[in-house]
């Protein structure tokens, strides 16, 4: 099998081969039909998250080891199974859920494995989809997408499923109550058509790129509102009707939690997703004063997959545009993302 993995950080991606996989016990073995590119593949590759500061959150220190193989959005087709692997058929079209834990502590077993403190995510601690071929260790991973394009259904397993574990923190308001969407980029996009899906009452899209600001009213923004014009937070309150309750910032700089912040009703609510970094300080008084609730939302449950899925099914949900390039491509889709060039998302097709 190839693989596009990261040997040194910082470094373009490397092609290797080494020899295919045999499943063993619940594992399966999947080909490579469609691998989504993040942008916390970004800062995979970078080999570290910015702390702000001056501090850094290195891979290498959290255990990374290289070479490492990334993907975390990935389709395939089973290629074989292993003797405990029941129910998969070899030709048929998974999704594959990648945040996946040590499956025996009390998270994993509530059901939330995206926070166990014992992960093995594919694309992050295990080997991942930039690649022809995959192992997933168990059959219950795996979501039947056989009725939905692979390049378009790949990116439910992050960009999707992390938009819809922190749309569904808004909670009941999000049916009376304006939504703010802070940043429209590929995960802003897949957001807006979600937060519409789950009836929505009205998506408020900040973004400094007038591209992707158009790319929101497309996709059914009710404002699409510049976050660096001097008066963007009065903009932000009169598009939200007066009262902003909740914020979705899905870029996480220093400039857009403040704007969030200064934009948000007493009582109101940010939810922080984006991992682009930075550091803030924030009176505390405030915090109480204003009743605000400060949330981090990560990627999101198997559960909540299936539950987006079939959100997808019922609403028809349409797809976010998709820039499908060969595996091989690799490469130029990272630092095409990385320029800020893509509007959507990039599939790599094996
Ligand atoms: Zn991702
Ligand atoms: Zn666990």
Request: with cysteine; glycine share 14%; hydrophobic share 45%.
């Amino acid at each position: 099998m190839q693989s596009y993995d990261i040997v040194t950080f910082g470094e373009p991606l490397q092609r290797l081969e080494r020899p295919t996989p045999t499943p063993t016990g619940t594992e399966v073995l999947l080909r490579v039909t469609a691998a989504g590119v993040c942008h916390s593949d970004l800062h995979i590759l970078d080999g570290y998250f910015d702390l702000g500061g001056g501090n850094r959150l290195s891979m290498a220190e959290r255990g990374m080891k290289l070479p490492h193989t990334l993907g975390h959005e990935t389709v395939g087709e089973v290629v074989a199974a292993g003797p405990g692997a029941a129910g998969v058929a070899p030709g048929s079209r998974y999704l594959v859920y990648p945040w996946i834990g040590c499956g025996d502590c009390g998270v994993c077993r509530a059901g939330e494995e995206q926070l166990c403190l014992a992960p093995r995510f594919l694309g992050i601690q295990s080997a991942g989809g930039y690649a022809d071929h995959i192992v997933v260790p168990h059959p219950r991973y795996l979501l039947d997408v056989a009725d939905l394009p692979a390049g378009e259904a790949a990116p439910y397993a992050c960009s999707g499923l992390t938009t819809y574990g922190a749309l569904r923190k808004v909670g009941p308001a999000i049916e009376r109550d304006a939504v703010v969407i802070i940043g429209a980029g590929g995960l802003g996009l897949m957001a807006l058509q979600i937060h519409r899906a789950m009836d929505g009452h009205r998506a408020i899209a900040i973004d400094i790129d007038p591209a992707k600001r158009d790319a929101a009213m497309r996709a059914g923004a009710f404002a699409a509102i510049d976050g660096a014009a001097p008066d963007a937070v009065a903009q932000i309150k009169a598009a939200a009707g007066g009262q902003v309750w909740a914020a979705i910032d899905l870029v996480g700089s220093e400039a857009t939690v403040r704007l969030a912040l200064d934009s948000l009703t007493k009582g109101g609510k940010l939810i922080v997703v984006g991992l682009f970094g930075g550091a803030i300080t924030l009176p505390l008084p405030l915090l109480p004063q204003r009743a605000l609730t400060l949330q981090g939302s990560y990627v999101g449950s198997l559960g909540e997959l299936h539950e987006l899925l079939a959100l997808v099914r019922r609403r028809k949900i349409p797809s976010i545009p998709i820039h499908e390039r060969p595996l091989g491509e690799a490469n130029g889709a990272i630092e095409a993302l990385r320029a800020g060039t893509v509007v959507g998302r990039t599939v790599l097709r094996g």
